[in-house]
């Protein structure tokens, strides 16, 4: 079935680095645009990022801009997001998402479950 | 990016019909028809509700139904139910490859 597993997550000290992962499974992974959304602790949803399905176009959210990278590997069914210079306020759940059809903004259809990252000293 | 304008709770007793607004500017809900709706249980991944201001995936119920007018989208719920009780969260195209979501409305089934 179609599926998103986020994994990755942790707690980090402020100022350092980690890298989530997006694994996917029952579609075709490299004809959709693919986003990653987060969720603070009793908080909303805030769009992070996307990318396109061939990785060539990539846009963020002000709040992670230079700081997050998007990324994916087709080869692989995989989807990345590597996060530097982490600040207490990147503390959330991440999900992954998968936009519904080939072109974007037509709404994500598919969630994985998400991984929790904690920026904490 | 601010956060599209959500009321924070709506609530109804079962059967009735509930209406939930997600105001935007013109710059993002105002000038496309790329609103999405989705409902999240807690400790759950959101559901996609809505999608294109109007226009219900396959597999939600038709209680479910959507409309925009100007800068504000709508997601109404007929004949509410238990199960309904969750929180709802409009999302909207912003241009340029952007998005932004509502801040949320928690809905509560009296």
């Known amino acids: 079935q179609v599926q998103l597993v986020e994994s990755g997550g942790g707690v980090v000290q402020p100022g350092r680095s980690l890298r989530l992962s997006c694994a996917a499974s029952g579609f075709i992974f490299s004809d959709y645009a693919m986003h990653w959304v987060r969720q603070a602790p009793g908080k909303g949803l805030e769009w992070v990022a996307i990318i396109s399905y061939d990785g060539k176009n990539k846009y963020y959210a002000d709040s992670v801009k230079g700081r997050f990278t998007i990324s994916r590997d087709n080869s692989k069914k995989t989807l990345f997001v590597q996060m530097n210079s982490l600040r207490d306020d990147d503390t959330a759940m991440y999900y992954c998402?998968?936009?519904?059809?080939?072109?974007?903004?037509?709404?994500?259809?598919?969630w994985g479950k998400g991984t929790t990252v904690t920026v904490s000293s | 990016q601010s956060a599209l304008t959500q009321p924070a709770s709506v609530s109804g007793s079962p059967g009735q019909s509930i209406t939930l607004s997600c105001t935007g500017t013109?710059?993002?809900?105002?000038?496309?028809?790329?609103v999405s709706w989705y409902q999240q249980h807690p400790g759950e991944a959101p559901k996609l509700m809505i999608y294109e201001a109007s226009k219900r995936p396959s597999g939600v119920s038709n209680r479910f139904s959507g409309s925009k007018s100007g800068n504000t989208a709508s997601l109404t719920i007929s004949g509410l139910q238990a199960e309904d009780e969750a929180d709802y969260y409009c999302?909207?195209?912003?241009?340029?490859?952007?998005?932004?979501f509502g801040s949320g409305t928690k809905v509560t089934v009296l």
């Open positions: 998402a998968k936009e519904r059809v080939t072109v974007a903004g037509r709404g994500m259809d598919v």
């Open positions: 999302c909207s195209y912003a241009g340029t490859s952007t998005y932004v």
């Open positions: 013109s710059s993002d809900v105002g000038s496309y028809n790329l």
